[in-house]
């Protein structure tokens, strides 16, 4: 089974280390301005590959503007209400003018709405939290990987011609939600209760599953491997936030719900 697992490239190992050197920085001095900053960029880079993937085609400065927009919304306003605004004005315009497409739309959306929710839960529900997702995603990620290498023979999202993701299997992710939510429950306790902690790290571990089952998808209806090539060896902005993407959404609503 050993035989399985594969060297990890040197240049894959160097940028996960340069992130690694990154996050820990972020958490130490974090800052809602600096929180804000960092995920601004991260947000116009994931937007941009985005579009890219929905509609084949870069895009316009406009959009890109648009983006800009309501990230800086984020910041004065603390909620999502500026996304809504440019969506509602997109679909006003296209339905006038019969102008544009719907795909057009849809990264204001993904990854949009889901970028606003990591810079929400900061704000609302501490570091503690974001070190909590950081946690959950990244153990559900790694070993579903490494115990689908090891024990895995079932795809996880398969079709006769296209398996969504080829490289996930049953066996690897049940590996990786187990692990996540044993290790994970813990750093959820300096957010809540152990019991609460337990249930959240668990449901929101599996929907990092799926956060990451819908990239893969996104990718191959676009045809292309990486969501982009700005971080070396790894892929794309989507490619590394993938997971956490579903996960913060389902986490931040679950806090909302039981605090």
């Known amino acids: 089974m050993l035989k399985n697992l594969k060297l990890i490239e040197p240049i894959r190992l160097y940028t996960a280390m340069v992130m690694l050197i990154a996050i820990v920085l972020i958490v130490l001095f974090h ?8 995920l601004g960029v991260a947000f116009i880079i994931g937007f941009y590959e985005s579009y890219k993937l929905y509609n084949q085609t870069t895009p316009r400065p406009l959009f890109l503007s648009f983006a800009i927009l309501i ?9 999502p209400l500026g996304v809504f605004v440019i969506l509602i004005f997109l679909g006003a315009y296209q339905s006038y003018t019969k102008k544009g497409k719907l795909e057009q739309m849809l990264p204001f959306i993904y990854p949009t709405i889901p ?37 895995g023979s079932k795809l996880f999202a398969n079709s006769a011609f296209c398996p969504t993701s080829p490289n996930k299997t049953k066996e690897g992710v049940l590996v990786g939600v187990g692990i996540a939510t044993l290790i994970g429950s813990l750093m ?45 060896g790894h892929g794309g902005i989507l490619d590394r936030l993938d997971g956490y ?15």
Not at 71 to 79: I, M, Q
Not at 193 to 207: D, N
Not at 213 to 224: D, N
Not at 245 to 259: N, S
């Open 245 to 259: 993407f579903f996960a913060v959404i389902i986490l931040y609503t679950l806090l909302r719900v039981v605090q």
């Open 115 to 151: 970028f606003i929710f990591l810079y929400l839960l900061y704000l609302d529900d501490s570091i503690n939290a974001i070190i909590w997702l950081i946690v959950i995603v990244g153990l559900t990620d790694s070993f579903a990987y490494f115990g689908g290498k090891l024990l």
């Open 31 to 38: 800052h809602p301005l600096l929180l804000w900053a960092v």
């Open 188 to 232: 959820g306790l300096g957010v809540c209760g152990f019991f609460t902690s337990l249930v959240l790290t668990f449901i929101t571990s599996i929907t990092s599953v799926f956060g990451d089952l819908y990239e893969s998808y996104l990718k191959r209806q676009a045809g292309v491997k990486d969501s982009g090539s700005i971080l070396p």
């Open 71 to 79: 990230w800086l919304s984020v910041y004065y306003l603390e909620s």
